[in-house]
């Protein structure tokens, strides 16, 4: 039966890999974010992978080789528990590509408000207020730059680091 399952692809190929199971006739899916980012000193924003280096796939291992999968350009392994790959429930991928839509059609690329933005010191708990984690609630662990930090969540049973603005994020009260 068809399910969704979760690839770590080679660093910065998740489209490649993604082109190549198209190809093969694998139904694919890529979340996507937008990130600010700045060329020559001009604000812009960029179209980039949600979940870096992470595809989603939606086949059937007993009618598609699963070492097929493996020895496609880009792939590096399956996501799962120990030695065995582990389904995805649809209703997780429905909420990421609901968030995903509700932000490209909702998002105003124009700028944002000039607020000033609350420091978080490593350790301090905080909350997405925009974007595909909103709602969700981390760990701050560090910063990235002037404008972005690194945070910690849990999902799918593991603590992932994300990079993020840190206009997405308010600090959790007490």
Same mark, same amino acid.
């Given at each position: 039966?068809?399910?969704?399952?979760?690839?770590?692809?080679?660093?910065?190929?998740?489209?490649?890999?993604? #082109?190549? +199971? $198209?190809?093969?006739?694998?139904?694919?899916? +890529?979340?996507?974010?937008?990130? $600010?980012?700045?060329?020559?000193? =001009? /604000?812009?924003?960029? %179209?980039? /992978? +949600?979940?870096?280096?992470?595809?989603?796939?939606?086949? #059937?291992p007993?009618? *598609?080789?699963?070492s %097929?999968?493996?020895s *496609?350009r880009?792939?590096?392994?399956?996501?799962?528990?120990?030695?065995?790959? *582990?389904?995805?429930?649809?209703?997780?991928?429905?909420?990421?590509?609901?968030?995903?839509?509700?932000?490209?059609n909702?998002?105003?690329?124009?700028?944002?408000?000039?607020?000033?933005? &609350?420091?978080?010191? &490593?350790?301090?708990?905080?909350?997405?207020?925009d974007? &595909?984690?909103? #709602?969700?609630?981390g760990?701050?662990?560090?910063?990235?730059?002037e $404008?972005?930090?690194?945070?910690?969540?849990?999902?799918?049973?593991?603590q =992932? %680091?994300?990079?993020?603005a840190?206009?997405? +994020?308010? &600090?959790?009260?007490?």
């Amino acid at each position: 039966m068809k399910s969704w399952y979760l690839l770590y692809c080679k660093s910065r190929n998740e489209a490649r890999a993604q #082109d190549n +199971l $198209k190809l093969q006739q694998i139904e694919t899916y +890529l979340p996507m974010h937008l990130e $600010k980012v700045s060329k020559a000193g =001009k /604000p812009s924003v960029k %179209r980039a /992978p +949600l979940f870096p280096n992470y595809l989603f796939i939606y086949f #059937d291992p007993k009618e *598609t080789s699963v070492s %097929r999968i493996h020895s *496609t350009r880009g792939v590096s392994r399956f996501v799962g528990c120990k030695e065995e790959m *582990t389904a995805i429930d649809d209703s997780i991928i429905h909420a990421i590509r609901m968030k995903e839509h509700k932000l490209f059609n909702e998002l105003d690329v124009s700028g944002g408000g000039s607020e000033s933005q &609350p420091e978080f010191k &490593p350790g301090d708990r905080v909350k997405f207020v925009d974007g &595909p984690f909103v #709602d969700l609630e981390g760990i701050f662990a560090e910063k990235s730059g002037e $404008k972005r930090c690194h945070i910690l969540f849990e999902i799918m049973g593991q603590q =992932k %680091r994300v990079n993020v603005a840190k206009e997405s +994020l308010k &600090p959790v009260g007490n």
